[in-house]
């Protein structure tokens, strides 16, 4: 289900998401939304409701220390919180010793970050990614669209909307945030 675009452009973070709740061949098309901001962070999810209320409304990122490179933070204090907020919130699996999450895209501070459903934190070099069942789709989009002289937010626009032409599991209205 679903498709979460993200982007930076000038050191500034765009991240736009469907409204699609899917189980099996039922689509809903949902009013709370899978894009919002925590603080400073603009969060996108895919995965889970369930995951997306508890980052939406129990999850507090911890404090980022000075020192700290914050690709560093995301993946030990950042993470570390989430699991907690996770496993408070009945959320986190664990599988043969493996704790599972879901999938989601976190921007701050002008850099835009993938967590994994294994709590891995990813960084894509192209300045754009994508996660959920549209996301061959609208990846596809963006790299064309990269150097078009459009708005971010018409660039996340056109790639959710192709991601809604190829998959069953996307669908509008679209909600797009930035950093501001």
């Known amino acids: 289900m679903t498709c979460i ?25 949902r009013k709370d939304t899978k894009v919002f901001k ?27 220390h000075e020192d700290t490179d914050l ?30 999450g879901g999938t989601f895209l976190v921007g701050v501070d002008g850099r835009l970050f993938t967590i994994g459903d294994d709590f891995q ?5 192209d300045g754009f990614d994508s996660v959920g069942c549209g996301s061959s789709f609208s990846k596809g989009a963006l790299h064309i669209l990269k150097d078009q002289k459009l708005s971010p937010e018409s660039k996340i626009k056109i790639a959710l909307e192709s991601a809604v032409r190829f998959s069953g599991g996307v669908r509008p209205p679209f909600v797009i945030e930035n950093e501001q």
Not at 5 to 29: C, F, H, P, Q, R
Not at 121 to 125: C, D, L
């Open 5 to 29: 675009v993200g982007m930076v452009e000038k050191n500034k973070v765009y991240i736009g998401g469907d409204s699609a709740g899917v189980s099996g061949l039922n689509v809903t098309v």
């Open 71 to 100: 690709y560093q933070y995301m993946c030990t204090d950042f993470v570390n919180a989430l699991l907690s907020c996770f496993k408070d919130g009945g959320f986190a699996e664990i599988n043969s010793s493996v704790e599972n």
């Open 121 to 125: 934190v990813g960084e894509s070099a």
């Open 38 to 64: 925590v603080g400073k962070f603009i969060i996108g999810c895919t995965s889970s409701f369930r995951m997306i209320q508890l980052l939406r409304f129990s999850f507090h990122p911890p404090k980022k």
